[in-house]
């Protein structure tokens, strides 16, 4: 059974850094294109970014490609969030899901569908 969890999510002030971080096991995390997605109080899951299954290849929201880089471990079987410049709208909570690679094409590595495992998310609070 392929398990995520996501860890890092604490309480910061505006302006700070955190690094998050989405651990996978039972699966083998090297097929898996990995993305995180981030819902907070009453919106819709919404698309952070994804990265390939080597790493090489990364995709962002537009919103959140100039203060967020995703990379990831093979050897850890781990993906990381790095977020700097964080602002009171990034509050949500962060969940990581991985989907095998045939799974994905053009234009699909935002939608929610592509995706067949999650974490339960780690919460992220910044404060003005």
């Known amino acids: 059974q392929v398990r995520l969890v996501e860890s890092g999510g604490r309480s910061v002030q505006a302006g700070g850094n955190l690094r998050l971080s989405c651990v996978v096991s039972?699966?083998?995390?090297?097929?898996?294109?990995m993305g995180w997605f981030r819902q907070a109080p009453g919106k819709e899951r919404e698309f952070v970014g994804a990265?390939?299954?080597?790493?090489?290849?990364?995709y962002y929201t537009e919103a959140m490609k100039e203060r967020f880089t995703i990379s990831r471990d093979n050897a850890k079987n781990t993906m990381y969030l790095q977020m700097s410049s964080l602002e009171p709208e990034d509050t949500a909570i962060y969940h990581c899901?991985?989907?095998?690679?045939?799974?994905?094409?053009?234009?699909?590595?935002?939608?929610?569908?592509?995706?067949?495992?999650w974490g339960q998310g780690t919460q992220v609070t910044v404060s003005s």
């Open positions: 899901a991985a989907g095998h690679y045939l799974r994905f094409g053009r234009d699909t590595y935002g939608l929610t569908t592509s995706y067949t495992y």
């Open positions: 039972g699966g083998t995390f090297s097929i898996y294109v």
């Open positions: 990265i390939s299954t080597s790493g090489g290849v990364t």
